[in-house]
């Protein structure tokens, strides 16, 4: 370079180390809140809990069976009396065990119109097996938590979505076959959101960023920071953990941070090319809750408390974009 140079870059380092000396970073005890565009609707809690006993009214939502066909019917009917735009994605899928399925993702749409967009989501199926039980293992669980728990909150979302008006696009997506696999089978679960992340509902569908729920709705939940959410979508879970926090629910939201588990979000991450968490019950960091895979998973297991925490929380965060 030439000499006569320098001095220019002696100043501009200069003048960047001043500036730098002018604003010191400050870091507030409290992190800030950015102000709502609206106000955020408080999440019933009841009407969540009616929306699972509701579920469980059908029967198991195992895919093939008329309780899965009718469920399918009410849950499409009722985003769409919400004020949704909805689709109903079907397909035929193999399990691993050869079955074929009849799958339908069901995807409610709030302000089509707007370009920006988040995803909120939850598989709505229901496990055929009771595989980790002592009894019944060839019978299906009733799936209030792994299954019935997040769509119930997605539901009662929609509710208010449909009476406000928010920044933000949001498009609730309700997973099928996520629940007829085996651990031993590399990606035999998860079904429904391999078969969207590949074939999306909108051609060059693209969202800011995508939020799953499995497993919301226990008594006692704990949430913990998982592995491949922190691998993708780090800033998408502080977000989520910073807005609990603030409610007041970081007992249940804790700072715990657990092995990745493959879920669909991890799918709509790899495959779907969109930044995806899961808010998910793992007890200690690992494993999943008390009755997975029983029939212990039944309305009993469910507490109010825990719906409200995460409902209220996913309000916060979507009203405030
Ligand atoms: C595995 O067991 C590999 N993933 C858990 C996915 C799941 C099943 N979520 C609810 N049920
Ligand atoms: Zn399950």
Known sequence: MNMRYYWLLGLLAATLLTACKEEPKKTPAVPPVAKAAVKVPDFQADTAFAYIEKQLAFGPRVPGTSAHAQCAEWLAATFRAAGAEVMVQ?????????SKLPMKNIIASFYPEK??????????DTRPIADQDSVRKNQPIPG????????????????????????????????????YGMSEVENSYCLGSQ???????????QAAYAI????????????????????YAPEVVEKVWRNAERLGYGNLF?????????DDHVYVNTIGGIKAIDIIDQPDARGFF????????????????TLKAVGQTLLEVVYRE
């Open 90 to 98: 079907t397909a035929s899928v193999t399990a691993y065990n050869g």
């Open 212 to 231: 799953n729920l499995d497993m919301v709705g226990a008594n006692g939940a704990t949430f913990v920071k998982e592995g491949m959410s922190m691998q």
């Open 290 to 305: 008390e009755h997975w895979h029983t029939h212990g998973d039944d309305i009993e297991a469910i507490s109010k408390e």
């Open 144 to 179: 209030a938590n792994d299954g019935g728990s997040g769509v119930a909150i997605l539901l009662e979302i929609a509710r208010h979505l449909g009476k406000d008006s928010l920044n933000v696009g949001i498009d609730l997506i309700l997973w099928d076959v996520e629940d």
């Open 115 to 124: 370009t920006k967009r988040i995803m909120l989501t939850a598989h709505w």
């Open 254 to 262: 804790t700072p715990l941070r657990s092995d990745g588990i493959i």
């Open 195 to 205: 078969y969207w992340s590949r074939n999306k509902h909108k051609p060059g569908y």
